[in-house]
């Protein structure tokens, strides 16, 4: 099993926990966290059916008899407040007696963490919790760093909180019942990571897409941990995303988010992000900042991926709509990471309105 460390400028240590085939061996893991003796899992009915009794025994065995287990739709469209109230409902009524040292377990792609991990967030004024992914999206970015939140009349993420996990407990195994448009839409972000900070990794994407897609252990354990490492790395320097570090991570998420807001969620979140990475790069290219040979690798490894790299179903004044509504702007100035060169970016302020529009409308396709 490899281990990442991860410590958060708060004071903050968690580890990360990677392996194959580790799924039964939790309940020992989190028994020694004292993270809790009463378990709040959450998950989704396609997952739970899958993993939920795995999980559910291994606790027991521990001594964690306690359990709640709780289900939400698989989709970003339930990433929601009403889905947050059922939960904050359920959980409630799982401590009735108030005398519970409740602990959540998420159990599932980045919807499930994210949810999950911002009813631990605010509940009792946070409370301890377990990041179980099931997706490959969820493997390598969510429950990393902390960030938790849910959707909001369809803007992403605009109720959220900062809340570390006590653990996050990365089976591998768990990705081979994994939908082919998920595991696409999970490696826009891993390209992501290469592009703004590994050009090593985003090489290797390339040249190992075959291993990739047939799970191939060596291959799906690499783009992992270099995931994983990446982001932790970055999360260390800049937990509360104050300066203007970890805000590199949004590359390709605020046109990204825009579309796939717009798109009532059609778009899963690796495909949407796929768009507003060739978007940023049009952007940076259009700005001299970028050279579009490199553009266009970037561009040819997404549709190689099989990603979309153009925009269906659109309409300019809903996606500039939600487009606005991009967290990283302050006084209505917007804000974009653009890429300088494989592996390094710049943040640039006040990209002129009409360039952002023609670049957006010259994605659309019928």
Known sequence: MRKIPVQSQSGKKYDILIGHNILDQIGSYIKKLNVGNSAFIITSPRIGKLYLSTVENSLKKTGIKDISSNFIPDGE?????????????????????????????????????????????TYNRGIGYVQVPTTLLAFVDCGIGGKVGINYSSTKN?????????????????????????????????????????PELFEFIEDNLNRIFSLETKAIEKIVIDGYSIKAAIVRKDEFDQKNIRIILNFGHTIGHAVESASKYAYRHGEAISIGMVCANDIAVKLGLLDKSLAARVENLLLKIGLPVKIKNHDINTIMNFFWKDKKFTSGRNKFVLLNKLGTTKIIQDVPINVITNVIKNRFTK
């Open 77 to 121: 469209r339930y990433k929601n407040e009403k889905s947050y109230k059922k939960l904050i409902d359920n959980i409630v009524q799982f401590n009735k007696t108030d005398d519970k040292k409740i602990f959540v377990l998420n159990l599932g792609g980045g919807v499930i963490g994210d949810l999950g991990g911002f009813v631990a967030a």
């Open 158 to 198: 605009i109720l959220g909180a900062f809340h570390q996990p006590a653990l996050v407990y990365a089976d591998l195994d768990l990705l081979k019942t994994l939908p082919l448009r998920e595991l696409k839409s999970g490696l826009a972000e891993v390209v992501k990571y290469g592009a703004i900070r590994s």
